[in-house]
């Protein structure tokens, strides 16, 4: 199983940005797939899930609205659409697969919202 993240940086408080989690080694098509992010000094937090068709999501409170999960099973990806940026979503990104009861991440990407 590999999860590559991708598309994380710098961005100001209100701006936008789109990840990217590049999945291969398992049947992704057939597998729900879950954004989570882990800020500094804190916990690991879900951000947003997606069934595997795509006609499922489920969002965290604190992105509710701003954010979008989204998947191309045709090329193994999945996205997170981030809007209105502000500096609690300061953190590491991971795309998290869980299979037969283990759970899979990548290295993560960061997201520093800073003026």
């Known amino acids: 199983v590999q999860l590559v993240e991708s598309g994380g940086g710098l961005v100001q408080p209100g701006g936008s940005l789109t990840l990217s989690c590049a999945a291969s080694?398992?049947?992704?098509?057939?597998?729900?797939m879950t954004w989570y992010r882990q800020a500094e000094g804190k916990g690991r937090e879900l951000v947003a899930a997606?069934?595997?068709?795509?006609?499922?999501?489920h969002y965290g409170d604190s992105v509710k609205g701003r954010f979008t999960i989204s998947r191309d099973n045709a090329k193994n990806t999945v996205y997170l659409q981030m809007r209105s940026l502000n500096v609690e979503d300061t953190a590491v990104y991971y795309c998290?697969?869980?299979?037969?009861?283990?759970?899979?991440w990548g290295q993560g990407t960061q997201v520093t919202v800073s003026s």
């Open positions: 080694g398992f049947a992704f098509s057939r597998s729900p």
């Open positions: 997606i069934a595997s068709d795509g006609d499922r999501t």
């Open positions: 998290d697969v869980r299979l037969s009861d283990v759970n899979y």
